[in-house]
């Protein structure tokens, strides 16, 4: 009798550790498959934040470039410029002409006008410089930015939250359609009343 007991109390406590490891088993194959989901949208949300910063870095950069092409074709056509102003200046000198007034106040204004268009590019440089530091400010402030999302999106709660909140949008959005979807149809059962009446 005390070893059909002991049998019974040996089957019972394998039964026991038999569902325990059984249950462990299964809640540890639901969090791996919980763990790997969500580390997969983990990256998407990465990859998608890292082609939003490509194409704004892509962007920027091409605006730069565009800008040092805009501002090498004004250095080149004012160069231009200055040397046939130069040219004219030196054309003027050399045909004897320089005692009179109209000369002098001509060769007066090139030499302003000389120095107004130094005068203005060194104020695009300054521009371009100012234009540059404000975008690595910018470039800078989004890079800390995706830090901190990223460290606010690795919480759990934040993420649960904005599960939700994605989950209510759907909802929303399809209620929205079911909406769209039968006001066709009671407009068409009105006209069917009217029609009938």
């Not at 002991?6 to 249950?23: E, I, M, R």
């Not at 939700?164 to 069917?192: M, S």
Request: glycine share 4%.
């Amino acid at each position: 009798m005390e070893l059909i007991i002991l049998y019974q109390v040996l089957a019972a406590a394998f039964c026991v550790a038999l569902v325990f490891s059984v249950g462990y088993y299964l809640a540890y194959r639901t969090n791996v498959r919980k763990f790997e989901a969500q580390s997969a949208t983990d990256r998407q949300e990465m990859l998608t934040i890292e082609r939003a910063l490509k194409q704004f870095w892509d962007h920027e950069k091409e605006n730069l470039e565009k800008e040092k092409e805009e501002l090498n074709r004004r250095i080149k056509f004012l160069e231009s410029r200055l040397d046939h102003y130069r040219r004219k200046a030196a054309g003027i000198g050399m045909m004897g002409l320089r005692k009179s007034k109209v000369t002098d106040m001509f060769i007066t204004l090139l030499i302003e006008n000389e120095t107004l268009e130094e005068k203005l590019f060194l104020q695009n440089l300054k521009l371009k410089q100012e234009r540059d530091e404000f975008l690595e400010n910018e470039l800078r402030s989004i890079s800390y930015k995706r830090i901190l999302l990223s460290e606010l999106l690795a919480q759990s709660e934040v993420r649960r939250e904005l599960e939700k909140v994605i989950n209510e949008r759907g909802r929303l959005k399809r209620l929205d359609l079911k909406q769209k979807d039968l006001e066709p149809l009671e407009y068409a059962a009105g006209k069917e009343d009217e029609s009938m009446a």
